[in-house]
């Protein structure tokens, strides 16, 4: 066991796997020789050499395409993005080619990548550096969804992940890269995805999240003094609805709580889940606390733009008393 | 296509004192308005992600010479320069790295959000490359305003600045492939400061010896030049300037410079030495222009000092207008989303630079 940073977990994922499995590759831009932005990468260059850590020019479509043709092939790429913002050049290769692949070609050719993307605000970075895209991915048919909340998690998840036979976006908190650290095991081990965490069990009420915000629920309960069962996805898509269905039927107040915009964010597709399995049992209307419907602001402003502790445990309040 | 060699004739040197000076005031002010940002960004001031121009200087001020004043110009990120060359009072763009409501985007934007349309400033782009089609419409715009609305010749020329980071990316592609076929006045300005954050051009690109075979392809005239010296950069940039106006066809240049800080406020530049750093800081485009000034056009120390007085008192002054400046009321996160008012939105109300434009 170790004390590990989000950061050192998913480095410690990436050395294992890479070693496991001579087929996987990463590339992106600065990721070798200098360790890459958030230096997740740090010492894979060294370790593995320039023809498993590829340095790429900064060109985001070029660099998932080529990672697309790498997994048609057999091998099993892990490109990296910077920030979530430089997803859009590479939007076209994610959508048309990665998440249809396999459909597209009745099972004959798939997709077995892993794309890697910081996500989120919450370290004074501007809009397209602090922004939450995965309602995007997971609207698209084909393609996972992960985001980890903890360096525990991130390392299961990401093994998980590498080895799936589909293509996955493995969303990565900027937020809590190196916010806290955690025991993760020396030892391999995988985390299931499309499996959601019970992080603390409660009667009274659920709370529903995923990625930074988990923090953010975790302080609010803590002040709330209620029992409160929070829920932490750690899958996107597949969305583990059972999970989500058996404590809505438990408490039968929920609150769901992410960075993305309102408007369409994955809260909508939650909370609609939970009406239709969940009708009879629910005490009080389904709360979201989330990001706003406008661009992410400058960063004086985006402890208002993210759903802090403070105003979950304004909607703790009202969807308990409802 | 030619690559043509840049600077066939001096025309820098006949234009008069009082030109040169600016130019050489006008890099001062980017210069001290560097250091006082970094400063402030030490000091926790100012925060995100800010990308300091210094060493660079000359490639704005002098392309923007061989332009007219209404000429759209368009950047990415590393704008202050730019936007401080076209005329942005710097209040403006002070207060807009310290969020305050007087910045040229009233806050929200910080750094790489330097907008001034008074002065034809299309921004202040953060995506790598994506400003490069959006020269190609601005180019597109004045052309067809020229010809199908007023039914005369095409006047105007559209300037793209682009890193060299920003060559491999789709967008510029195909933005110098549109620009060809649609014949469009917009000259692409690749400011080749020899990195993309760490990675190197010759890392990063292919031909990076000889960027101007980028344009080959597009059939579009090249020119490489010396970015690091003002006259040199308005000499190879003024013809190509009126050419593209009188022909009504795209031009890409490469414009060799360097940057002398890091590629934001936090980079430890372990991906050069200080050698290199030392060479390109002994050719520095400010004294460059100083030393010229100084043995041929009678300009003495005494003149230089009251120049770098004056840009100390302009930046002072930003800084000091700034700081009275507020910053955005939380409600300003639901305006300038939509034209109208509707739902959460509060519809837009400009920033308060260009209502002091328009009272101007
Ligand atoms: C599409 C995209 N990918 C990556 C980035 C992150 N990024 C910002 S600047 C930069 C390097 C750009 O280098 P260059 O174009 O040479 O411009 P310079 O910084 O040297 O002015 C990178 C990789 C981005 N902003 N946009
Ligand atoms: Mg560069």
Known sequence: MANLTLVQAINLALIQEMERDDRIILLGEDIGRNGGVFRVTEGLYKRFGAERVVDTPLAESGIVGTSIGLAMAGLRPVPEIQFEGFLAPAFDQICTHAARMRSRTRGALTVPLTLRVPVGGGIHAPELHSDSPEAFFAHQPGIKVVMPASPYDAKGLLISAIRDPDPVIFFEPK????????????????????????????????????????????????????????????????????????????????????????????????ASRIMEHCFLYLEAPIQRVTGFDTTMPYYKMELEYLPEAERIGKAIEEVAAY | ???????????????????????????????????????????????????????????AVGALAALEPTDPIITAYRDHGHALAR???????????????????????????????????????????????LAAGLAFARKYTDEVIENRASTGVAMCFLGDGALNQGAFHEAMNLAGVLHLPVIYVVENNGYAMGTSVARGTTMAHELTAKAAAYGIDATSLDGMDVMEVYNGMKPIVDRCRRSVQPAFVEARTYRYKGHSMSDPRKYRTKDEEQQYEAQDPIEKLAGFLMSERKFAEADYDSLAKAVRTQVREARQWTDLSPPPDIEELYTDVYADAWGPYHGTSLPLMMKDTQQE
């Open chain 1, 175 to 270: 937020r809590l890269y190196r916010a806290f650290r955690e025991e993760v095991p020396e030892d391999e081990y995988t985390i299931p995805l499309g499996k959601a965490r019970v992080v603390t069990e409660g009667d009274e009420l659920t709370i529903i999240s995923w990625g930074a915000p988990v923090v953010q629920c975790m302080n609010a309960i803590e002040s709330s003094g209620k029992s409160i069962e929070l829920i932490d996805l750690r899958t996107i898509d597949p969305l583990d609805t059972q999970t989500i269905v058996n404590s809505a039927r438990k408490t039968g107040r929920v609150v769901i709580v992410h960075e993305a915009p309102k408007n369409c964010g994955l809260g909508a597709e939650i």
């Open chain 2, 1 to 59: 296509m030619t690559t043509r060699p840049a600077a066939d004739e001096n025309l820098a040197a006949k234009l008069p004192d009082e030109t040169l000076r600016k130019w050489l005031r006008d890099m001062l002010l980017i210069r001290e308005f560097e250091v006082r940002t970094m400063q402030a960004y030490q000091n926790r001031l100012i925060g995100g992600f800010c990308h300091i121009y210094v060493g660079q200087e000359a490639v």
């Open chain 2, 87 to 133: 005329g942005m009072d710097p209040k403006y763009c002070m207060a807009e790295m310290f969020g305050r409501i007087g910045g040229c985007a009233k806050g929200k934007g910080g750094s790489m959000h330097m907008f001034d349309k008074p002065h034809h400033m299309y921004g202040g782009h953060g995506i790598v490359g994506a400003q490069c089609p």
